[in-house]
């Protein structure tokens, strides 16, 4: 109802509008009031209600996430929280259990961690925290992984470990740890988006003649594609990176000019009776299946051994090839794509 949407308790700005329209079709708007999240996080939400057949166009699914990253954006980090998402204190051996969410890096506490690190850490972990002959590569640390904040970094280091300066890593303050823990994260977040500037690598490194083979062969690609049909000149289309995210996983939303939405997955179910419904996949598990018909209306079942499920992925061929292909497969295939001008 427009009263209820009036009083969405949402920040008024451009783009309210829409959210009210897009997000409303389902449930209340109000749903993301007092959340916070960056503009990836914001983004893979998107994507997630649009796999689960969101309606709307590009341009409004583009407002949405605007609207979203400008009007509720990450709350900064830091500060004694005692539930929910829990963060260290000031004190030295003050720290309670981290968040379970992903650690949002503090630019400034960074600045600090990383003079914290140049004076103890780098000699033996290097400058990128990649390790050395004499220490571990921190970024793949199960101990960095899991730590939020300084959960896991602060039990470890209280224990006793050895510093460059000679001193003891006991006696760093939860400050400190905490701020060691920013600038490790920024390094963990800087490598998987393949450097600190975050700049996509080179991917142009196959062999084109190999990956027509394999498109043509092994990978079974021409059997739904064809270099003169849907992939005509989608080179001229999409730069390199961007051709080797929609050749590895097309099923992920796109936000920009020419952008199309993703085939939503579909499932027919049929129960004992003979009754078969079917519709977009809204979610299936080991004990529930439900969807939403052509008609926009939500159906569920539990499952039992007389329902049957048919379930229509579209993108299922490439999920199947993301056990199999090896990395000269993948970079042969881009090389090939590439070559689509």
């Known amino acids: 109802p427009a009263s209820a949407s009036a009083k969405s308790g949402l920040p008024d700005a451009p783009g309210k509008e829409t959210v009210q329209r897009v997000c409303g079709a389902c449930h209340s708007p109000n749903i993301v009031a007092g959340r916070g999240l960056t503009r990836q996080e914001w983004s893979e939400m998107v994507s997630s209600m649009v796999s689960r ?39 030295g051996g003050g720290f309670t259990v981290g968040p379970d969410d992903k650690q949002i890096v ?20 290097g400058p990128a925290a990649r390790g050395t002959e004499h220490g571990a590569d921190l970024v793949r640390s199960v101990t960095v992984l899991h730590d939020r904040y300084g959960s896991t970094l602060s039990p470890f280091l ?19 740890i905490q701020d060691l823990s920013h600038f490790l994260h920024q390094q963990l977040n800087d490598t998987l988006r393949s450097g600190p500037y975050s ?5 142009l490194t196959g062999d084109p003649k190999a990956g027509a083979a394999y498109f043509n062969g092994e990978g079974n690609c021409a059997s739904c594609h064809s270099p003169s049909g849907d992939l005509a000149r989608i080179a001229s289309k999409y730069d390199a990176p961007t ?41 299936i598990d080991d004990f529930d299946v439900s969807l939403h018909d052509s ?47």
Request: glycine share 12%; hydrophobic share 30%; net charge positive.
């Open 53 to 91: 057949g969101a309606k709307g166009t590009q341009a409004e699914f583009g407002q949405v996430i605007d609207y979203l990253t400008k009007n509720l954006p990450p709350k900064a980090a830091g500060g004694n929280v005692t539930s929910g998402g829990r963060r260290g204190g000031g004190g």
């Open 295 to 341: 008609e926009g209306e939500y159906h569920s079942w539990k499952r039992t051994p007389d329902l049957k499920i048919e379930k229509h992925d579209p993108y299922a061929g490439h999920i199947e090839l993301l056990d199999k292909y090896t990395d000269k497969n993948v970079h042969d295939v881009v090389a090939y794509l590439e070559s689509l001008k």
């Open 243 to 283: 051709l080797q995210q929609r050749f590895l996983f097309p099923q992920t939303p796109s936000f920009g000019p020419g952008s199309n939405p993703p085939k939503p997955v579909t499932v027919t179910v049929t129960t004992a009776d003979g009754k078969s419904v079917s519709g977009v996949l809204d979610r």
């Open 106 to 125: 503090d630019v400034t506490a960074v600045g600090r961690g990383r003079k914290i690190y140049a004076a103890e850490c780098v000699t033996c972990h």
């Open 199 to 203: 700049k996509v690598l080179n991917v």
């Open 158 to 176: 209280h224990k006793g470990h050895p510093m460059q300066s000679g001193g003891q890593s006991a006696s760093l303050s939860a400050a400190q």
